[in-house]
């Protein structure tokens, strides 16, 4: 047998997991020493249930006469056991506290002992504790592999994994892991161990913790309540939630039932209060049950009022941490179920939110909106609740979820205004009407497809046909979209038929209804648009006659609606009321049609799709059946078809066009002069829009073969010449600004299209050459047969052959232009008195003596016949100023020739020669014209022009007079810096001195227009 040293050391060389049952009693049940080994069994915690018994069994038993001795020696007054038993010996004799104290203090050993009986019981009733918790966890394991499932992805689970036992009941390990190891369970602070519980949601332990200690933990139940989490469902801990107890109207209170009814001796107050007094050194102290910091305490029963507050409570703190609903609205609905009151409202509240969250449809791919709150959805008015319940309804789905959704909640506000005494029975519908008339139309008229006529009356989303004819008038007039006419006409298939014989009057009434809304639908500063809502207020006084008599408006609307949709010129609904007497709005709607045809058919190419086209056209414009007119009601019949004739060649489909206008069996039947007429339109349209002049290409090869459609005319003819007029002003490069050619537009615009002629010649150095190309280029500009142009046209050509120094062309072109002036003047029916033989013979002279006077220009024959055509066609009052250069030019001549003949015949005197003789060598025409003209200077009075000085006077103010009125400009020709005077001298031009002095002698020498005086 060892000794009791072999033994002590025997047994504190094992390891707690060596203990087994055996070796606990083989090693402690020989020891004598009952405080050694009572101090052993308390030092000891396994995780194995049968050894951890075995020690507290063991200890507890070592524990017993010391208990017996002090009770003895005390004689415990509150003793209730036996008499007779060795235990209770000292029955019934009081002993005072000072006793106990006084004892324990004396027999530190029995203290000791005393205090690890209790610690041992303590531990024992949790053992328990634990085993019945394994039994129910393991009940619940057999019942369900799902229950298993969570115990094993609990921490719990990982933590008592490391254990290397499990608890057992009945003598049989369980394969239940238990929530927390048995060493931590028996010692560790009780209300810490249940809120942890609580916290991973063990409440099939916490519920056995909690019957089994709830003297402990039902002061502290809030706590515990508090570290439950919010997304956990109420009916899992259903026991622990706050019930209402009617007998008493206050806090129903929890009965627990105990392992041990009483106390045991060691554990009550005077001996705990002893113990503590007595200042023995324990060993170990006792397991804690509760302690202050891990939770409040609430050892009272709640009232009533704070019963519901703290149901309230809870559902906000549910709501606010996770958002979860349902998890609210069952926990409020189980507190109404224990009778708390004032929860119904807010269970109402939290059921219609409910079906927002979790039955209304949602965005695809998206979660539950998490930031729904009892405050956000409290704060919303009842239209913004229906639009949240309906916000990603379908069309599919709308109807039901009216049904399901909207109605309950209509239903709910409806019995809440009953409730306050202010009852509402036209509330439901109103807010259902005011959702539908913000809609699209795809969902109004799923809604309306689930309120037809045809169906019973309890299915009907909307059961009164008036009021579905309302809203569908307002919707659809009130709706800014262009392409859901096959969506409109489904609502409109939806409305109610009513036969109804309807007078005059009431025709009438609803003919002015819908005049009348016309004018509201129109914008104006004030509305710049009108919604749905505000037209239900037109439609709300109309009898059933006056809203068939708009239904049947609205046919006709929604026909003319698609006609214009599907030729790509859709209009909104309201259009048709706004253009209902606005001839003008429907002309330009009709042009529009015309023109933008094939918007949505790519493009017309066929006859048949034209045919089409103006069928469609001509329906808009006639009348229906019922006597309403269509949509272009208010245009001829012919009219619509000119402006059809004229889309159609806008579109450029010229060839169909022709073919139109030539099957007799067409409907297009227009006149000549209006074919004409809107040939010429288009073609100027074309013109006007064409970028470049060149009639090849682009918009200008549309007008010009837009021409071509009608047969030729005068006014056809014209157009076309003056757009190849435009094409060839084009091939001359002119020039609008430096760098930017000119625009057709431009051309059209020039209100003196002789202009152009100047800028080409300006412009293209050779182009004077080319007289019958830029004489073809002016007529086709519009100035065929006139005579005035032509011989304006000679002017520049001459002039600027002038400023190339190309005098013989520029002589042969004045001889032309002559003949041309001289022809006009026999040929004119007022003979010079007519206006334009007077514009031309004012041109004529002035080219022929600007040309005439230059010197430069070394043929004296030819300038002198040309100053005579100058004198010959000048008016009375500008002789003096010709003949003035024309004498100046014969003594010049006369001059130059006694030079020449005085050096070849070396006489002097034969400068004083008689001129006849030289002048019979000129030509007979200028010897004839030289003897008349010395007449008319013998017999005529002084003039002012007698000498230079007053001929250039004269020029000055006749240089005024002409460029102030003179219709075009010619391109300047380059020139030396030099100018030859008429006795062959030369003279620098001025470097200084008055601008403008200058700039009239050089437009003078380089336009050459003007008569006057030489070049000083």
């Given at each position: 047998m060892a000794s009791p040293s072999q033994t002590y050391t025997r047994w504190t060389t094992l390891q707690d997991s060596e203990l087994t049952v055996e070796n606990v009693r083989e090693s402690l049940e020989t020891i004598?020493?009952?405080?050694?080994?009572?101090?052993?069994?308390?030092?000891?915690?396994?995780?194995?249930?049968?050894?951890?018994?075995?020690?507290?069994?063991?200890?507890?038993?070592?524990?017993?006469?010391?208990?017996?001795?002090?009770?003895?020696?005390?004689?415990?007054?509150?003793?209730?056991?036996?008499p007779g038993d060795s235990e209770s010996a000292g029955s019934g004799v009081k002993v005072e506290k000072d006793s106990f104290v006084s004892y324990f203090r004396t027999v530190p050993a029995d203290t000791q002992l005393c205090h690890m009986r209790a610690v041992l019981l303590e531990r024992l009733d949790r053992l328990n504790t634990f085993v019945e918790i394994c039994k129910d966890l393991s009940e619940e394991e057999e019942e369900t592999e799902e229950a298993l499932d969570t115990w094993e992805d609990d921490p719990w689970g990982e933590e008592s994994g490391e254990s290397s036992t499990s608890a057992t009941t009945s003598n049989k390990k369980s394969s239940v892991q238990p929530p927390i190891p048995i060493s931590a369970f028996l010692v560790d602070d009780l209300l810490q161990i249940s809120c942890v519980l609580a916290s991973r949601e063990h409440y099939a332990a916490l519920r056995v913790l909690f019957e089994r200690h709830g003297s402990y933990l039902w002061a502290y139940r809030f706590t515990l309540l508090d570290n439950i989490p919010e997304h956990s469902h109420p009916s899992e801990y259903r026991d622990f939630l706050p019930g209402l107890d009617v007998s008493t109207n206050s806090e129903l209170i929890f009965i627990s039932q105990a392992w041990r009814s009483e106390p045991d001796w060691s554990e009550t107050f005077e001996v705990r209060t002893a113990i503590e007094a007595s200042e023995v050194t324990l060993r170990v102290d006792l397991p804690s049950r509760t302690s202050s910091e891990h939770g409040k305490s609430?050892?009272?029963?709640?009232?009533?009022?704070?019963?519901?507050?703290?149901?309230?409570?809870?559902?906000?703190?549910?709501?606010?941490?996770?958002?979860?609903?349902?998890?609210a609205l069952a926990t409020i609905q189980h507190g109404a179920s224990q009778g708390i009151p004032d929860l119904d409202e807010l269970g109402e509240e939290l059921s219609l939110l409910s079906r927002l969250v979790y039955d209304a449809p949602q965005a695809e791919g998206r979660d539950v909106d998490d930031d729904w709150t009892l405050v956000r959805w409290k704060a919303m008015d009842p239209a913004a609740v229906i639009r949240a319940y309906l916000a990603h309804s379908s069309p599919g789905t709308i109807a039901r979820d009216i049904q399901k959704l909207v109605m309950p909640y209509l239903f709910v506000l409806e019995s809440r205004a009953e409730r306050s005494g202010q009852p509402d029975s036209a509330l439901p519908n109103r807010l259902l009407y005011d959702f539908i008339l913000s809609a699209s139309l795809q969902i109004a008229a799923a809604i309306f497809e689930a309120s037809k006529p045809t169906l019973p009356a309890a299915q009907r989303l909307i059961r009164s046909d008036e009021d579905i004819a309302r809203l569908a008038l307002a919707c659809l007039y009130g709706s800014q979209r262009l392409d859901e006419w096959v969506t409109m006409s489904r609502i409109f298939e939806c409305l109610p038929a009513w036969d109804i014989s309807r007078d005059d009057d009431e025709?009438?009434?609803?003919?002015?209804?819908?005049?009348?809304?016309g004018a509201f639908v129109t914008p104006s500063t004030s509305r710049p648009r009108c919604t749905a809502s505000d037209l239900l207020v037109f439609f709300k006084p109309l009898p059933v006659s006056s809203l068939s008599r708009a239904l049947d408006i609205l046919d006709l609307h929604l026909e003319g609606g698609e006609i214009l949709g599907r030729w790509g010129v859709p209009a909104?609904?309201?259009?048709?009321?706004?253009?209902?007497?606005?001839?003008?709005?429907?002309?330009?709607?009709?042009n529009r049609m015309a023109r933008r045809a094939g918007g949505s058919k790519d493009h017309l190419d066929t006859r048949e799709d034209w045919e089409w086209l103006m069928k469609d056209m001509l329906k808009l414009s006639g009348t229906g059946e019922n006597g309403l007119k269509g949509a272009f009601g208010l245009i001829p019949r012919k009219e619509v078809m000119g402006i059809f004739f004229g889309g159609l060649l806008s579109?450029?489909?010229?060839?169909?066009?022709?073919?139109?206008?030539?099957?007799?069996e067409s409907k297009l039947s227009l006149d000549s002069t209006a074919v004409e007429d809107i040939c010429l339109s288009v073609s100027k349209e074309f013109y006007d829009n064409a970028s470049s002049g060149n009639f090849k290409f682009g918009d200008m090869k549309l007008a010009y073969e837009c021409l071509d459609v009608p047969p030729p005319s005068d006014r056809l003819v014209k157009e076309k010449e003056f757009i190849e007029a435009t094409s060839r002003l084009s091939s001359?490069?002119?020039?609008?600004r430096p760098g930017i050619p000119i625009s057709p537009i431009e051309i059209r615009l020039t209100k003196d299209r002789i202009s152009l002629v100047s800028r080409v010649l300006s412009s293209n150095v050779d182009a004077y050459k080319h007289t019958q190309v830029v004489l073809d280029l002016v007529y086709k500009l519009g100035f065929r047969n006139d005579i005035v142009a032509e011989v304006k046209t000679l002017a520049m050509l001459a002039n600027t052959a002038l400023h190339a120094e190309d005098f013989d062309r520029a002589y042969e072109t004045s001889q032309r232009m002559v003949d041309t002036v001289l022809n006009l003047r026999l040929s004119a029916p007022l003979g010079l008195e007519d206006p334009n033989v007077q514009e031309a013979s004012e041109v004529c002279w002035m080219a022929c003596w600007q040309l005439g006077r230059q010197p430069e220009f070394d043929d004296v024959d030819k300038k002198l016949l040309l100053l005579g055509r100058a004198l010959e066609l000048c008016p009375p009052d500008r002789l003096h100023e010709v003949l003035t250069g024309w004498c100046?030019?014969?003594?010049?001549?006369l001059d130059n020739r006694k030079e020449r003949l005085a050096t070849s015949r070396g006489v002097v005197g034969l400068a004083k020669a008689p001129r006849r003789p030289v002048i019979e060598s000129t030509p007979n025409t200028a010897s004839s014209l030289a003897s008349r003209l010395q007449d008319f200077r013998m017999h005529m009075p002084a003039s002012p022009l007698a000498n230079a000085e007053d001929a250039a006077a004269l020029a000055g103010r006749t240089f005024n007079r002409v460029t102030a009125s003179f219709p075009f400009s010619i391109g300047h020709r380059s020139s030396s810096d030099t100018d030859s005077s008429s006795n062959g001298e030369s003279r620098q031009r001025p470097q200084s001195g008055d601008v403008s002095a200058q700039a009239n002698r050089v437009f003078a020498k380089g336009i050459g227009w003007l008569l006057g005086a030489d070049d000083e």
């Amino acid at each position: 047998m060892a000794s009791p040293s072999q033994t002590y050391t025997r047994w504190t060389t094992l390891q707690d997991s060596e203990l087994t049952v055996e070796n606990v009693r083989e090693s402690l049940e020989t020891i004598q020493n009952d405080l050694w080994v009572a101090a052993a069994c308390v030092d000891r915690l396994v995780d194995d249930v049968e050894v951890q018994r075995t020690l507290l069994e063991l200890g507890l038993i070592r524990t017993r006469s010391a208990i017996a001795t002090a009770k003895q020696a005390l004689a415990f007054p509150l003793d209730q056991g036996k008499p007779g038993d060795s235990e209770s010996a000292g029955s019934g004799v009081k002993v005072e506290k000072d006793s106990f104290v006084s004892y324990f203090r004396t027999v530190p050993a029995d203290t000791q002992l005393c205090h690890m009986r209790a610690v041992l019981l303590e531990r024992l009733d949790r053992l328990n504790t634990f085993v019945e918790i394994c039994k129910d966890l393991s009940e619940e394991e057999e019942e369900t592999e799902e229950a298993l499932d969570t115990w094993e992805d609990d921490p719990w689970g990982e933590e008592s994994g490391e254990s290397s036992t499990s608890a057992t009941t009945s003598n049989k390990k369980s394969s239940v892991q238990p929530p927390i190891p048995i060493s931590a369970f028996l010692v560790d602070d009780l209300l810490q161990i249940s809120c942890v519980l609580a916290s991973r949601e063990h409440y099939a332990a916490l519920r056995v913790l909690f019957e089994r200690h709830g003297s402990y933990l039902w002061a502290y139940r809030f706590t515990l309540l508090d570290n439950i989490p919010e997304h956990s469902h109420p009916s899992e801990y259903r026991d622990f939630l706050p019930g209402l107890d009617v007998s008493t109207n206050s806090e129903l209170i929890f009965i627990s039932q105990a392992w041990r009814s009483e106390p045991d001796w060691s554990e009550t107050f005077e001996v705990r209060t002893a113990i503590e007094a007595s200042e023995v050194t324990l060993r170990v102290d006792l397991p804690s049950r509760t302690s202050s910091e891990h939770g409040k305490s609430h050892p009272d029963p709640l009232t009533t009022p704070q019963l519901t507050g703290w149901y309230k409570n809870r559902v906000d703190h549910i709501i606010t941490s996770t958002g979860m609903v349902d998890i609210a609205l069952a926990t409020i609905q189980h507190g109404a179920s224990q009778g708390i009151p004032d929860l119904d409202e807010l269970g109402e509240e939290l059921s219609l939110l409910s079906r927002l969250v979790y039955d209304a449809p949602q965005a695809e791919g998206r979660d539950v909106d998490d930031d729904w709150t009892l405050v956000r959805w409290k704060a919303m008015d009842p239209a913004a609740v229906i639009r949240a319940y309906l916000a990603h309804s379908s069309p599919g789905t709308i109807a039901r979820d009216i049904q399901k959704l909207v109605m309950p909640y209509l239903f709910v506000l409806e019995s809440r205004a009953e409730r306050s005494g202010q009852p509402d029975s036209a509330l439901p519908n109103r807010l259902l009407y005011d959702f539908i008339l913000s809609a699209s139309l795809q969902i109004a008229a799923a809604i309306f497809e689930a309120s037809k006529p045809t169906l019973p009356a309890a299915q009907r989303l909307i059961r009164s046909d008036e009021d579905i004819a309302r809203l569908a008038l307002a919707c659809l007039y009130g709706s800014q979209r262009l392409d859901e006419w096959v969506t409109m006409s489904r609502i409109f298939e939806c409305l109610p038929a009513w036969d109804i014989s309807r007078d005059d009057d009431e025709a009438d009434e609803a003919d002015t209804t819908i005049a009348s809304l016309g004018a509201f639908v129109t914008p104006s500063t004030s509305r710049p648009r009108c919604t749905a809502s505000d037209l239900l207020v037109f439609f709300k006084p109309l009898p059933v006659s006056s809203l068939s008599r708009a239904l049947d408006i609205l046919d006709l609307h929604l026909e003319g609606g698609e006609i214009l949709g599907r030729w790509g010129v859709p209009a909104p609904l309201r259009w048709f009321l706004q253009s209902s007497g606005d001839a003008v709005e429907q002309r330009a709607w009709a042009n529009r049609m015309a023109r933008r045809a094939g918007g949505s058919k790519d493009h017309l190419d066929t006859r048949e799709d034209w045919e089409w086209l103006m069928k469609d056209m001509l329906k808009l414009s006639g009348t229906g059946e019922n006597g309403l007119k269509g949509a272009f009601g208010l245009i001829p019949r012919k009219e619509v078809m000119g402006i059809f004739f004229g889309g159609l060649l806008s579109n450029g489909k010229f060839e169909i066009a022709k073919d139109l206008l030539g099957l007799s069996e067409s409907k297009l039947s227009l006149d000549s002069t209006a074919v004409e007429d809107i040939c010429l339109s288009v073609s100027k349209e074309f013109y006007d829009n064409a970028s470049s002049g060149n009639f090849k290409f682009g918009d200008m090869k549309l007008a010009y073969e837009c021409l071509d459609v009608p047969p030729p005319s005068d006014r056809l003819v014209k157009e076309k010449e003056f757009i190849e007029a435009t094409s060839r002003l084009s091939s001359f490069n002119v020039m609008s600004r430096p760098g930017i050619p000119i625009s057709p537009i431009e051309i059209r615009l020039t209100k003196d299209r002789i202009s152009l002629v100047s800028r080409v010649l300006s412009s293209n150095v050779d182009a004077y050459k080319h007289t019958q190309v830029v004489l073809d280029l002016v007529y086709k500009l519009g100035f065929r047969n006139d005579i005035v142009a032509e011989v304006k046209t000679l002017a520049m050509l001459a002039n600027t052959a002038l400023h190339a120094e190309d005098f013989d062309r520029a002589y042969e072109t004045s001889q032309r232009m002559v003949d041309t002036v001289l022809n006009l003047r026999l040929s004119a029916p007022l003979g010079l008195e007519d206006p334009n033989v007077q514009e031309a013979s004012e041109v004529c002279w002035m080219a022929c003596w600007q040309l005439g006077r230059q010197p430069e220009f070394d043929d004296v024959d030819k300038k002198l016949l040309l100053l005579g055509r100058a004198l010959e066609l000048c008016p009375p009052d500008r002789l003096h100023e010709v003949l003035t250069g024309w004498c100046r030019l014969e003594k010049e001549d006369l001059d130059n020739r006694k030079e020449r003949l005085a050096t070849s015949r070396g006489v002097v005197g034969l400068a004083k020669a008689p001129r006849r003789p030289v002048i019979e060598s000129t030509p007979n025409t200028a010897s004839s014209l030289a003897s008349r003209l010395q007449d008319f200077r013998m017999h005529m009075p002084a003039s002012p022009l007698a000498n230079a000085e007053d001929a250039a006077a004269l020029a000055g103010r006749t240089f005024n007079r002409v460029t102030a009125s003179f219709p075009f400009s010619i391109g300047h020709r380059s020139s030396s810096d030099t100018d030859s005077s008429s006795n062959g001298e030369s003279r620098q031009r001025p470097q200084s001195g008055d601008v403008s002095a200058q700039a009239n002698r050089v437009f003078a020498k380089g336009i050459g227009w003007l008569l006057g005086a030489d070049d000083e």
